[in-house]
């Protein structure tokens, strides 16, 4: 089976009502791409990063009542998980798609690699693109232009991390839906192959 790309369908899953109606569209028509994307970059990111990487496909398996909205596949250097670890993640909301690099707050080293952000600042602000976004909130939809935040705003973020125990540090590209689907999948897979590598010297200096 080939990567097929995204389509409308997929992101009207997340305009489905009930949770077991919308977690069976889910299984149904966007894992199975998030399965071929986390198989396909498995070798990518294991390259590049120097670490084994593994893909994680989210399961939703503590939901129950409340349906996704969002889904994702992960990629950490653990068989077991990725939420303890820096981790990279292609996924989709209604609206959008993501591609990140993650540190969220199950990771316990957290503070200590936004301290470490806070020191390379200049050299993250070179080499991250402007249009790229940051998060302090993987569960939100909503980032912030690099361009937009500044020095500034980079460095209050990265103090955030530090000091909030809820704050996240998430930093990565946005596609919208519309133009998710007109994207044929091998400029989708490049645009992600390409973000994933833009995004490595954040996961190296963790």
Not at 82 to 103: D, N, R, T
Request: hydrophobic residues 40%; glycine residues 4%.
């Amino acid at each position: 089976m080939e990567f097929s790309g995204f389509t409308k369908e997929d992101f009207d899953v997340f305009t489905i009502d009930g949770f077991e109606e919308r977690m069976g569209a889910l299984k149904s028509t966007i894992r199975p791409k998030l399965e071929l994307l986390g198989n396909h970059f498995v070798p990518t990111l294991t390259t590049i990063t120097g670490d084994e990487m593994f893909p994680h496909v989210a399961k939703h398996a503590r939901r129950s009542v409340n349906p996704p909205k969002d889904t994702w596949v992960a990629f950490s250097s653990n068989p077991r998980g990725y939420k303890m670890l820096p981790h990279f993640q292609i996924g989709m909301w209604e609206s959008h798609l993501f591609i990140w690099y993650a540190v969220i707050y199950e990771a316990p080293q957290k503070a200590e690699i936004a301290k470490r952000f806070e020191k390379k600042i200049n050299s993250i602000q070179k080499q991250i693109p402007s249009q790229f976004v940051w998060s302090a909130d993987h569960m939100k939809p909503e980032a912030i232009k690099q361009s937009q935040l500044g020095k500034k705003g980079l460095l209050e973020l990265f103090q955030k991390v530090q000091n909030v125990k809820k704050a996240e540090l998430l930093c990565g590209f946005h596609i919208s839906k519309e133009e998710a689907i007109k994207m044929a999948p091998q400029d989708l897979i490049e645009t992600i192959d390409q973000t994933l590598r833009t995004l490595l010297p954040l996961y190296k200096i963790t």
